[in-house]
């Protein structure tokens, strides 16, 4: 069973200041996403990595994943106040030829204070 | 280019009612997901569906829950006999599908169902 874990799972950060998100998968897999979520809202779809050593940036959030270690990273740099939301990291399940569907981490709750 | 629509917003049901939730999928996309949210927690996968197909319904519970999407009008979400358990947000995605590798789902906005 394929298992996608967070951490932390809660994040306090002041403006200014940088910070990195983790995200730990069981299995093997051929892509990992991100995605935000306000309160109350769906999911806005940041970055999808596919290969060992993928990274990409928008804005003040970069991603990036190494496949050999099973493991994905979403650094902030300078965090601002309009960052503050849940992050979720979402491992691609594909087998039997199907596209299959995601594995969704628990998320990480963001608050970043002035 | 409109996103994923989903109807209703909000839902609220007694027990033992039955909820359907709608799913307009993008335009174009010919894949559609459903995933259930309980407060705090991430989502997790129900079924995947094309046209007319169920592609995967791992995540489904064997009993009172169903879905379909039609060759015509909106992929629909149904539970019957409806319990408190069954108070989540739910989210339908889509995607294109036409080029496996890189296919992102696209979220809807998600339908919030309360069970009295």
């Known amino acids: 069973e394929l298992k996608v874990e967070q951490n932390p799972l809660f994040l306090s950060m002041q403006e200014g200041k940088n910070y990195t998100i983790y995200c730990n998968y069981s299995?093997?897999?051929?892509?990992l996403y991100w995605y935000r979520q306000d309160p109350g809202k769906s999911l806005e779809s940041l970055f999808v990595?596919?290969?060992?050593?993928a990274v990409k940036q928008e804005g003040r959030l970069m991603a990036s994943l190494d496949t050999k270690a099973r493991l994905s990273t979403l650094h902030i740099t300078a965090a601002v106040h309009d960052l503050s939301a849940t992050y979720f990291c979402?491992?691609?399940?594909?087998?039997?030829?199907?596209?299959?569907?995601?594995?969704f981490g628990k998320g990480t709750k963001l608050s970043v204070k002035p | 280019n409109a996103g994923v629509m989903q109807n209703p917003r909000h839902l609220v049901r007694r027990r033992g009612q039955e909820a359907r939730l709608r799913c307009s999928p993008m335009?174009?996309?010919?894949?559609v997901y459903w995933y259930r949210q309980l407060p705090e927690e991430g989502l997790k996968f129900m079924v995947y569906?094309?046209?007319?197909?169920?592609?995967?319904e791992s995540g489904m519970p064997k009993e009172r829950f169903s879905a379909e999407f039609p060759k015509e009008g909106p992929s629909i979400l149904r539970i019957q006999q409806v319990v408190r358990g069954d108070s989540a947000a739910y989210f339908c995605?889509?995607?294109?599908?036409?080029?496996?590798?890189?296919?992102?789902?696209?979220f809807g906005p998600g339908t919030r169902l309360t069970v009295l």
């Open positions: 995605a889509s995607s294109p599908g036409r080029e496996l590798s890189t296919d992102t789902q696209y």
């Open positions: 299995t093997t897999s051929d892509r």
């Open positions: 569906l094309q046209k007319e197909n169920i592609i995967d």
């Open positions: 990595l596919l290969s060992n050593g």
């Open positions: 979402a491992v691609h399940l594909n087998y039997g030829g199907s596209q299959g569907n995601l594995i």
């Open positions: 335009k174009g996309h010919s894949h």
